[in-house]
């Protein structure tokens, strides 16, 4: 395999892993979309474990904001700031509150991890 279709390779196992793919899945994925060498590939220690991990924090990712949605606050938190507040402000104080949210669940899986 040549370096190029290495680069090419990991990037697009990357990009797939972003949206949550296991390795195995990528897998998968590449070898039908014609690398043959994936399993090859993915199979390398350093290369699994990214993979891997980026999986995990893009699972966790969206479980937050799948939280953050389905949230009562999310409605509430509007409502009451709106009137004090202009638009931007509150879809500011919004951004900052989804942020602390998601330090507190990655504080939390590091701590039950």
């Known amino acids: 395999m040549r370096r190029d279709e290495r680069i090419a390779d990991l990037k ?3 990009e797939l ?8 899945r990528i897998e998968a994925l590449l070898s039908a979309n014609g ?6 590939f993915i199979d ?8 891997r991990d980026i999986a995990l924090r893009a ?8 939280a ?3 949230s009562p606050l999310r409605k509430s938190i509007p409502e009451l700031v709106a009137p004090l507040l202009g638009l931007d402000q509150v879809q500011s104080l919004f951004i900052v509150i989804v942020n602390i949210v998601k330090e507190l ?6 701590v039950h991890t």
Do not use: N
């Open 44 to 51: 390398q220690p350093h290369i699994h474990h990214e993979l």
């Open 59 to 66: 699972g966790r990712r969206e479980e937050t904001e799948s």
């Open 12 to 14: 697009m196992a990357r």
């Open 35 to 40: 690398y043959p060498e994936a399993a090859e």
């Open 68 to 70: 953050i949605r389905e």
């Open 105 to 110: 669940r990655a504080i939390d899986h590091a």
């Open 17 to 24: 892993a972003g949206r949550g793919h296991r390795p195995q």
